[in-house]
């Protein structure tokens, strides 16, 4: 298991830019027509490589759009990016802290340790260090990467489906606790979904922690950098929200992005990996089933 910090800031990148390989990640939902590819060619982290997430992906799955690729073609990725089974991998986005925890999760359920994520993203770099802009530059690997899924950290439909029946059966005391990280107004059914069609609420018993609680501003006089909580601010969130950090827990979110900044904001506060698992086709998936149980209210189960 690597010992590389999980969190690291924009001086650590910098002084250390020359010992790392660095991808930016940036995301956003398709309504705000942002162009990351785009933006990535007009400024980006010197020596970066752009990770496209609507394109790294499974393929065979049109109706889910983010999930898991499959371990041969993320290894071609790899290659691709010049990135080895050693080398120590920096996740950045234009958001601050969002879209990178979904790739740093993607790396670390391909069997990828060494990542971290960049603390502000983008906007902290550019504070204080120069951006570059244009294509990257061609990388090259002598060795080929070899991903090995580590299965614990993901589930699927069926796991959840089985995971809500040991809830129920239990009243919510037994079982992975589901935590949601969309919206609260989705999670109770007030709010619509972004995917026209798909119904809102959640999964019976699960609980809302929705991912805007566990960032803040660097600062006020820094409104444009968004950052992490500090671990204890973390805990204080999932605890108010009635979430036990002793047991283990499934995050969960609309398509898999969203729950993996509740699942790296609970690593970052100290919990066990081993008793976080996100659900890769998150709601999208869930609702999509006409047998799926879908609960509207505006309370916690």
């Known amino acids: 298991m690597s010992t590389v910090d999980k969190l690291v800031s924009a001086s650590w990148v910098h002084d250390n830019l020359n010992k790392v390989k660095v991808l930016d990640s940036s995301w956003y939902l398709p309504f705000m027509k942002r162009n ?34 499959p371990r041969t073609s993320f290894g071609l990725t ?10 120590h991998v920096v996740v950045y986005d234009t958001a601050g802290v969002g879209p990178a925890c979904r790739v740093f999760w993607t790396f670390r359920a391909m069997g990828h340790d060494k990542v971290s994520v960049l603390n502000g993203g983008l906007p902290a770099w550019a ?33 959840v489906v089985k995971n809500i029946g040991e809830l ?36 019976p018993h699960a609980i809302s922690v929705p991912f805007t609680e566990v960032t803040e501003f660097a600062d006020s006089e820094h409104p444009q950098v968004l950052t992490l909580k500090s671990p204890k601010d973390i805990r204080n969130v999932f605890t108010a ?7 283990p827990i499934i995050t969960t979110c609309g398509s ?11 690593l970052h506060a100290g919990v066990n990996e081993q008793n976080i698992t996100l659900y890769d086709g998150s709601w999208t998936e869930y609702a999509l089933n006409p047998y799926s149980e879908i609960v509207k209210d505006s309370r916690n189960d």
């Open 36 to 69: 990351t590819k785009e933006e990535f060619l007009n400024a980006h982290i010197p020596g970066a490589q752009f990770f496209d997430i609507d394109a790294i992906k499974d393929l065979s799955k049109p109706d889910l759009p983010h999930m898991l690729p």
């Open 78 to 87: 790899m290659d691709r990016f010049g990135i080895s089974n050693d080398d």
């Open 127 to 159: 504070l204080k260090y120069e951006t570059e802009s244009g294509e990257p530059h061609e990388a090259r690997v002598e060795k080929k990467y070899e991903a090995h899924n580590v299965d614990s950290l993901v589930c699927d439909y069926t796991d």
């Open 168 to 203: 129920k059966a239990s009243s919510g005391a037994h079982g992975k606790q589901i935590v949601d990280a969309r919206p609260n107004d989705r999670f109770t059914g007030k709010a619509p979904e972004f995917r026209p069609g798909l119904s809102s609420g959640h999964m």
């Open 241 to 247: 929200a009635g979430v036990d950090l002793d047991r």
């Open 256 to 266: 898999g992005i969203t729950a993996s900044v509740l699942y790296f904001a609970l």
